[in-house]
């Protein structure tokens, strides 16, 4: 029900910093569009809870994504072209796909977005980087492919592509003075990817303070652990047992899982809603998160030579903890003996009223 | 041996004032695709149409030498939104390669995880991507009057999705502010967690393996599936006819609306959902276990079964060049002179396929796009068919229905159409929907099988379950067969992208990938001019093809242009990009020239 007039009435939202801010997405990376599909599964928050406005204390948000865009053509390229010269500010640029090496060929592109109205060649992504992160607030990589070069950079790859902070420097600072944030993932996991973005719009907004990185420039709060030490399959490991075929429910460090030195809290987190994951659900981790995938962790199914080492050093605690707790577990899956139907009460109670 | 290309629909060869309009990128599609026509305003036709590419990664060249066994999980990469269909793929051609055999429980969990892709996809695409082209805000700013007129036409099944007018459902589809496209967010999250469920994660799932599945078959893990699974399935009693109501609508508001998009019948299908008790992914025996396919294989010509053998079907397969930017490996390695059955394999064949990229400039007079030209050869005439998918759907229901195989209770293909049977719901009772052969193979059939086909997906899902279930009740709960990578073998894999046809062939020597080529749905439809000329399917499709919107040359946004192309579901991480230009009035030439020289 409304307030009556002039009854006084609490402010439940302070305003922002900025009104507004601009999510400017590059899909046109070498990529496979997998983070921006990703992102549209995520619900912590979902991207209608940002555009929407339905989470407090945030600047109204203006999305220009290709994969979700009304506009087509050059009526969605003229929000770059507006960004680039100034008109649209502040905007956070969204980076999404290996940056390609433009410099290796003579002629062509292997990546562009939109056409030159002059030349009528296409505008290759590289040049839209240039242009555009000088005035971005923040880049943010969705996606491995974007953050360290992924599964296009792979040995023997044609077009020579990196990550972006090996094509803009390690060291790059927006014009904010914030590092480039990198939300690593094969795809990006779609929540962790949404969180961040939430909190570089409560940073625009006033209400946070600079983004917590590590020296991979990831968000601290996620990529800080490793999938081992999120896995609810930890503990087969612990105690020795190990799958020994795909399909199994044990620990799949035998199997090709790199989960023990991956950074990634997709076993905590689950894909969706705690559903899915990787080795959690019988996925072997191939480390996708990861700076050095894929080349590190191939091939995928082999065991990695580092386990083959802590597995055997495991085994004689394993095994005899195991053994142990398998007694403990027979005796605790009997009932104390006083629970029966017979005439006697064994509980130890003495009564003396009955 | 040039197959001779249909003039323009309607093209006539007087001269003509052309305008040169581009869309660059075309939005709500996945990857990157220009498309660039000229267009005539006074007769209102598009004249010519090119699909352009931007983006060229190397998977091919890339996968040389690697682990056969890690195909799967590096194909997946190349799509991010049906990232799994080339990982099933991938591991079908492994099996093949490996000799092995995925136990059918395993089976059974490798078709409820594609079941639930198709449901997702299929959803997201048509009401988020596709349907922003048919809401009021989109129809409002082309054709003011279609909406004055929906306004008043009230939908024929209201009662069954709630929406009392045709513009109703219209607002129902505006973009995050519609209820409907709001709904179809939330249900797209939904049949992804039942993706979960059986693969791991979208769009690159974790727990597929040459052999089978590493996911853990238990009671709980179906039981989570299936609840969801009919929720979507009383969703479909809703969403079928919603379309049904709005596609009809457009040819009922705009005479002359079958002709857009409208083509040759020339469509191709490589099956879906492998059949357990039938498949042993030997190739010598493919014929057989492709038929028994839950989605029938099939190529169709002019409403024609050709072939619904998958080794007549790979064994037609071409690779041709002509506008892409790559040079001829006519000199390279020859690597598969003959099939497992002493069949020849031609040069131009995925099998012998050598990638050479040559970065260029774009010119649309000569090579314009990193997209290839695959086409299929049909022997009986010597013509090479760009075939198109249809978008995935109108191919894969045609050709069940033409075959006639399928007969599961929940589907039935008739031989002239599929009976899909949805059990009682919640809320709603028991549903059966027919989608019947239609008399094109146009943009609004094309989108209209994508609703029939995501019922089809969601019945399927019902049988897949049920077989599930018996098979865990039996005790037989093994979901992956042990494998041995052998040091020489070819093999391939056949599989329905959510787009569409899906092949990978690979090549293994001495135990690593020799070569390995991966077609997807959106090459065949994306493709270049190839050769001999003939334009691929997205620029046949729009090429002739009338326009209806009111806008004129200032305006223009080309929506029966937009329509058309994301009918086909384009999915381009090489997409298709479309940039309206300044409109200046180019020379003026003969028509009739389109396709048939470069």
Redesign the interface.
């Known amino acids: 029900m409304a307030p009556e007039n002039g009854s006084p009435r609490m402010a439940s939202q302070r305003p922002p910093a900025v009104s507004d801010v601009h999510i400017l997405w590059i899909t046109a990376g070498l990529s496979c569009d997998g983070d921006s599909v990703s992102v549209t599964a995520a619900e912590q928050p979902s991207i209608e809870d940002v555009l929407l406005g339905a989470i407090p204390g945030l600047p109204k948000v203006h999305l220009h994504n290709p994969v979700l865009a009304y506009e087509n053509g050059a009526e969605f390229m003229k929000f770059f072209y507006d960004a680039e010269a100034g008109r649209l500010d502040p905007f956070v640029l969204v980076v999404e796909g290996s940056i390609p090496n433009e410099k290796i060929k003579s002629e062509g592109y292997w990546a562009a977005m939109g056409t030159d109205a002059k030349t009528g060649q296409p505008i290759t992504t590289c040049e839209w980087i240039d242009r555009l992160a000088p005035k971005a607030l923040a880049v943010v990589c969705a996606g491995t492919c974007a953050a360290y070069g992924g599964i296009h950079a792979m040995a023997g790859n044609p077009t020579g592509c990196m990550g972006l902070a090996d094509y803009l420097g390690w060291g790059w600072r927006s014009k904010a003075g914030i590092p480039i944030v990198n939300v690593p993932g094969c795809p990006v996991q779609p929540d962790n990817f949404m969180e961040t973005v939430l909190y570089l719009l409560y940073q625009a907004a006033g209400l946070a303070p600079m983004i917590p990185l590590d020296d991979k420039l990831r968000p601290t709060w996620l990529f800080g652990k490793t999938v081992h030490e999120g896995c609810d399959r930890g503990s087969y490991y612990e105690q020795a047992d190990f799958a020994e075929e795909y399909g199994s429910s044990k620990c799949l460090v035998k199997l090709g899982c790199w989960g023990p030195v991956v950074n990634c809290n997709v076993t905590k987190r689950g894909w969706m809603r705690g559903i899915g994951g990787c080795p959690n659900v019988g996925g072997i981790c191939i480390g996708c998160t990861m700076p050095g995938f894929p080349d590190k962790f191939m091939p995928f199914m082999d065991e990695p030579p580092g386990s083959s080492l802590s597995t055997v050093f495991i085994t004689g605690y394993g095994r005899t903890i195991r053994a142990l707790r398998s007694l403990t577990n027979t005796t605790v899956n009997k009932e104390p003996k006083w629970r029966h139907p017979s005439r006697a009460l064994n509980t130890g109670y003495r009564p003396h009223t009955y | 041996m040039a197959t001779i290309v249909q003039p323009g629909k309607g093209t006539a060869p007087e001269r003509r004032n052309l305008v040169d309009m ?11 695709l ?1 498309i660039f026509t000229k267009i005539d305003f006074e007769n209102r036709e598009v004249a010519e149409c090119y699909s352009t590419s ?5 998977y091919s ?2 996968m ?4 056969p ?2 195909a799967h ?2 194909t997946s ?5 049906c ?1 799994d269909n080339h990982a099933t793929c991938a591991m079908y051609a492994q099996n093949m390669a490996f000799g092995v055999v995925t136990p059918p429980l ?1 089976e059974w969990i490798l078709n409820l995880g594609e079941a639930a892709e198709y449901m997702f996809d299929h959803n ?1 695409f048509q009401d ?2 596709v349907g ?1 082209d048919f809401c009021e ?2 129809v409002k700013e082309t054709n003011p009057e279609v909406l004055a007129k929906a306004e008043s036409t009230a939908s024929p099944h209201a009662s069954a999705h709630g929406y009392r007018t045709i513009a109703d459902i219209m607002r129902a589809l505006n ?2 502010t519609g209820d409907f496209y ?1 709904e179809t ?1 939330q249900v ?2 939904l049949t ?2 039942m ?3 059986m693969e ?8 597929i ?1 040459p ?7 238990t009671i709980q893990l179906f039981t ?1 599936y299936l609840i969801r699974l009919m929720k979507y399935v009383e969703f479909m009693k809703k969403v079928v006819p919603l379309h049904d109501d709005l596609f009809d609508f457009f040819y009922d508001a705009l005479p002359g609306y079958e002709k857009v998009g409208d083509r040759r019948i020339l469509l191709g299908c490589w099956g879906s959902f492998n059949n357990p008790d039938v498949c042993d992914y030997k190739y010598g025996s493919m014929g057989n276990w492709g038929r028994a396919m839950y989605v029938t294989p099939g190529v169709i010509v002019d409403g024609e079964l050709v072939t619904n053998d998958l080794i007549d079907i790979n064994l037609g397969l071409r690779i041709l060049l002509g506008s892409s ?1 790559y040079q001829d490996w006519q000199d390279a390695e020859t690597f598969v002179k003959h099939d497992p059955l002493g069949n020849p394999i031609d040069k131009r064949h995925p099998w012998n396929q050598t990638t050479l ?6 010119d649309f007079k000569g090579r314009y796009t990193w997209v290839m030209s695959p086409r299929w050869y049909d022997k009986r005439t010597g013509d090479y068919l760009a075939l198109d998918t249809g978008g995935g759907p109108l191919a894969r229901l045609w050709s069940t229905a033409l075959s006639g195989l399928v007969d599961i209770g929940y589907i039935k293909a008739t031989g002239k159409s599929v009976i899909i049977n949805l059990p009682k719901t919640a809320l709603l009772p028991e549903a059966q929907f027919e989608w019947k052969i239609p008399k094109w193979s146009n943009t609004i059939e094309r989108d209209r099988a994508r609703t029939y086909f995501q019922a089809y997906a969601a019945a399927a899902a019902l049988h897949f379950t049920e077989q599930a279930l018996k098979e865990l009740h039996a005790g037989n ?4 067969s ?1 494998f041995k990578v052998p040091e020489e073998a070819i093999s391939c894999g056949f599989h329905e992208a959510v787009r569409g046809v899906l092949s990978h062939h690979v090549v293994i020597r001495e135990g690593k990938i020799a070569n390995y080529h991966p077609y997807p749905p959106t090459p065949w439809n994306a493709s270049p001019r190839d050769i001999y000329g003939t334009p691929g399917p997205y620029e046949d499709s729009v090429q002739g093809s009338p326009i209806f919107e009111k806008n004129g040359r200032d305006k223009f ?2 929506i029966d242009i ?1 329509r058309t192309v994301r009918s086909f579901d384009p999915c381009l ?1 090489c997409g298709v ?6 409109g200046k009035v180019l020379e003026t030439h003969h028509a009739a020239m389109f396709g048939t020289e470069r």
């Open positions: 581009n869309w660059d990128p075309i939005t709500r599609i996945v990857g990157s220009g931007s983006i060229f990664r190397g060249i890339f040389q030498g690697k682990d066994r890690d999980f590096i990469r190349i799509c991010g939104i990232g395993g997201i988020n991507l922003v805000q989109m973009p995050f709001r967010l797209s999250r992804r967690e993706f979960c469920l791991g994660r979208h769009v690159h799932p974790s727990t393996y052999g089978g599945v590493g996911t853990v078959p989570d930017y990229p040559k970065p260029q400039k774009r709960t093994k979901t992956w042990e946004k080309g937009m991480p990009h479309m940039y309206l230009g300044e």
